[in-house]
């Protein structure tokens, strides 16, 4: 297996290899995942295009209304340990901080974990709860700014074309009174990807029962992560009980077309993701 290893010390440098390499060039982030395809000879690119040292695409900063802006570049770990993510998105932080192992976690990377857009992954469905956009950037200057809802769009297929580089990921702070919880759900160690993995954000009327929002954020299940638009529009309204909670999963998860590998079968999973959601919901309300 030969390829060339290119550095590139800024998004701009980035950037500009994409531009000159096209289809045989490739972002190597973490490297996590890419090693692993390159070691068993499924994925053998012409041109590495190495960002270890674009610091520029490293960092976490608060936004202007007080959310978190973080660079595709920073490291789960990082994500997991930060002050301001723990204090105002502790779903996010969360979320890190339960990804594999912690030698895992100090080299994959936040874009490269949601570029790479394997179903198996946990923080894509956080930042579909938390309505996250992305802030991508392509050679020629374009900008784009992609919701959550559009950035994966098919089996480890995101909305990036060839030539484009996820910068940044944004999310806003929620209302006041949104509580979030997640579960990841494994089948084989604690430490494996996720068989299904639930991420939610809760808003109750003023009885602390009564659901005026609720946001479900999907990953591990199905090929491509989602919002459960059905389920949560079927909430609405309701009070947020075991009865309540399982009836309108009942009658709202049709569409579910869960995937067969080798962590669980479709059946299976099919039949255990409403027991998750519910619990989830249930968990981010502080009832166990
Ligand atoms: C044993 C093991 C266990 C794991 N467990 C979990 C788990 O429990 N939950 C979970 O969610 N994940 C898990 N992962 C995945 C891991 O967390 C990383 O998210 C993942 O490996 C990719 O991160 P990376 O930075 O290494 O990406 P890389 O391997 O460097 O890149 C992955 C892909 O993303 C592209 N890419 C990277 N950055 C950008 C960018 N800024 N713009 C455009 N394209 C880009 C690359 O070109 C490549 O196609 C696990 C991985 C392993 C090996």
């Not at 290899?17 to 070691?39: C, N, P, Q, R, T």
């Not at 949601?114 to 050679?139: H, Q």
């Amino acid at each position: 297996m030969a390829f060339r290893h290119l550095p590139a010390n800024s998004a701009e440098e980035t950037l500009a290899a994409l531009k000159e390499h096209g289809d045989d060039g490739k972002v190597f982030a973490g490297g996590v995942a890419l090693s692993i395809l390159m070691k068993s000879g499924v994925y053998e690119p012409d041109v590495l295009i190495d960002i270890a040292g674009a610091n520029d695409l490293d960092f976490i900063e608060e936004t202007e209304n007080g959310g978190v802006r973080i660079g595709a570049k920073t490291v789960h770990r990082k994500i997991e340990t930060s002050p301001l993510v723990q204090e105002r998105f502790p779903l996010l932080a969360d979320i890190f901080h339960n990804v594999a192992t912690i030698r895992i976690r100090s080299q994959g990377t936040v874009g490269g974990n949601l570029c790479f857009a394997e179903p198996a992954s946990d923080p894509p469905g956080a930042f579909l709860a938390l309505e996250a956009r992305m802030n991508t950037r392509k050679a020629d200057g374009t900008e784009r700014v992609v919701p959550a809802t559009e950035f994966w769009t098919g089996y480890y297929e995101c909305a990036l074309d060839e030539d484009e580089l996820l910068c940044s990921i944004e999310v806003d702070p929620l209302p006041d009174g949104f509580q979030t919880a997640c579960t990841r759900f494994t089948t084989r160690s604690k430490e494996d990807k996720p068989c299904v993995s639930v991420s939610t954000a809760v808003l109750t009327e003023e009885d602390g029962k009564t659901a005026r929002e609720v946001r479900i954020g999907l990953g591990g299940v199905e090929a491509i992560f989602r919002r459960l638009t059905a389920v949560e529009e079927g909430l609405k309204g309701k009070e947020l009980n075991q009865e309540n909670i399982d009836a309108v999963l009942a009658d709202s998860l049709d569409d579910l077309d869960p995937l067969t590998d080798i962590r669980a079968s479709g059946d299976y999973r099919r039949q255990v993701t409403p027991v998750l959601i519910r619990r989830t919901i249930l968990k981010a309300l502080g009832v166990s």
